[in-house]
């Protein structure tokens, strides 16, 4: 599947509104004006709380290249709370952003893969021996969350590791805080919550939003399972690409790849540290 700017716009937009909404639905949960959702440059930066994983600018050089005085607000209203600023910038975005980001003192931390496949046709089911998969209902919302965050603190170890990592009761909220955002999907094996999944229809887009497998079930086609069964409703839903976002080199990548999903454009994230914060830490990132 090829990616132009203008794909890639649509996909970069679709991230930023799903940050933009799941930051809104955080805010008020925690009833207080702590966090924020600044528009820069058609993107998003968001602060939602602590060592949260929607704390990042997402969505830049898309649209008018942000004026250095706005980046001057956003960078007083993170360091304000003692946090880092990550700004996630895909490969097809203007080059000139890097520019700019690099003579601000942001340092490269890691890079992630956005993949996609194009929908339309009849999407193959997978149904692997007494796997099933299917929408999760609130009825099954704390099984779902359960494995689904079980399954993210023990990360499969194939490929480049995720630089960050966040505490049990962060990974929980996050969680909650979408419910109401995704679709989700569970899968069990002869009845027993054994992983789960979440999707988002934005724009013709269909937002893979995250899939997990619990370890005593893996390498037995969970996640292909979970991948077909979503495809499928983002099919039948009039969507014409879906996109999942994945670490380079790793068994989610070679999942998704197997069920037709290519390689669209990477993602560099890059990260301003404060010096005196002691946040390095939870960046990957070179202190400046």
Same mark, same amino acid.
């Given at each position: 599947?090829?990616? *132009?700017?203008?794909?890639?716009?649509?996909?970069?937009?679709?991230?930023?509104?799903?940050?933009?909404?799941?930051?809104?639905?955080?805010?008020?949960?925690? $009833?207080?004006?702590?966090?924020? =959702?600044? +528009?820069?440059?058609?993107?998003?930066?968001? !602060?939602? %709380?602590?060592?949260?994983?929607?704390?990042?600018?997402?969505?830049?050089?898309?649209? =008018?290249?942000?004026?250095?005085?706005?980046? *001057?607000?956003?960078?007083?209203?993170?360091?304000?709370?003692?946090?880092?600023?990550?700004? %996630?910038?895909?490969?097809?975005? *203007?080059?000139?952003?890097?520019?700019?980001?690099?003579?601000?003192? !942001?340092?490269?931390?890691?890079?992630?893969?956005?993949?996609?496949? +194009?929908?339309?046709?009849?999407?193959?089911?997978?149904?692997?021996?007494?796997?099933?998969?299917? +929408?999760?209902?609130?009825?099954?919302?704390?099984?779902?969350? $359960?494995?689904?965050?079980? =399954?993210?603190?023990?990360?499969?170890?194939?490929?480049?590791?995720?630089?960050?990592?966040?505490?049990?009761?962060?990974?929980?909220?996050? %969680?909650?805080?979408?419910?109401?955002?995704?679709?989700? !999907?569970?899968?069990?094996?002869? $009845?027993?919550?054994?992983?789960?999944?979440?999707?988002?229809?934005? *724009?013709?887009?269909?937002?893979?939003?995250?899939?997990?497998?619990?370890? =005593?079930?893996?390498?037995?086609?969970?996640?292909?399972?979970?991948?077909?069964?979503?495809?499928?409703?983002?099919?039948?839903?009039?969507?014409?690409?879906?996109?999942?976002?994945?670490?380079?080199?790793?068994?989610?990548?070679?999942?998704?790849?197997?069920?037709?999903?290519?390689?669209? !454009?990477?993602?560099?994230?890059?990260?301003?540290?404060?010096?005196?914060?002691?946040?390095?830490?939870?960046?990957?990132?070179?202190?400046?």
């Amino acid at each position: 599947m090829f990616c *132009d700017t203008g794909l890639a716009a649509r996909i970069e937009c679709a991230e930023a509104q799903l940050i933009t909404q799941w930051n809104d639905v955080t805010r008020h949960r925690r $009833g207080e004006l702590a966090g924020f =959702a600044m +528009p820069i440059g058609g993107g998003v930066a968001s !602060y939602a %709380e602590p060592d949260s994983p929607i704390n990042k600018v997402a969505g830049l050089g898309f649209a =008018a290249r942000p004026d250095p005085v706005d980046f *001057d607000a956003i960078e007083r209203a993170y360091a304000a709370r003692g946090a880092p600023v990550q700004a %996630e910038v895909a490969s097809l975005a *203007d080059p000139t952003l890097l520019e700019l980001l690099a003579e601000r003192g !942001y340092r490269l931390a890691a890079f992630e893969n956005v993949l996609g496949r +194009p929908l339309g046709d009849a999407v193959e089911s997978v149904a692997p021996p007494g796997i099933e998969v299917h +929408p999760s209902g609130e009825d099954e919302f704390d099984a779902w969350l $359960g494995v689904v965050v079980e =399954a993210t603190l023990t990360p499969d170890t194939q490929g480049v590791p995720w630089q960050e990592e966040f505490p049990r009761e962060i990974l929980e909220n996050a %969680e909650r805080d979408t419910a109401g955002l995704v679709q989700r !999907y569970l899968a069990t094996v002869d $009845g027993v919550p054994a992983g789960g999944g979440s999707m988002r229809l934005a *724009d013709g887009v269909a937002q893979l939003t995250g899939a997990a497998t619990a370890p =005593a079930f893996r390498r037995r086609g969970i996640q292909s399972a979970l991948l077909a069964a979503r495809l499928a409703d983002a099919t039948v839903a009039g969507c014409d690409v879906a996109v999942i976002t994945v670490q380079p080199g790793s068994r989610s990548q070679q999942n998704a790849q197997r069920r037709g999903f290519g390689l669209l !454009y990477t993602r560099a994230v890059l990260v301003k540290v404060w010096q005196d914060s002691g946040l390095a830490r939870t960046t990957g990132a070179l202190t400046p």
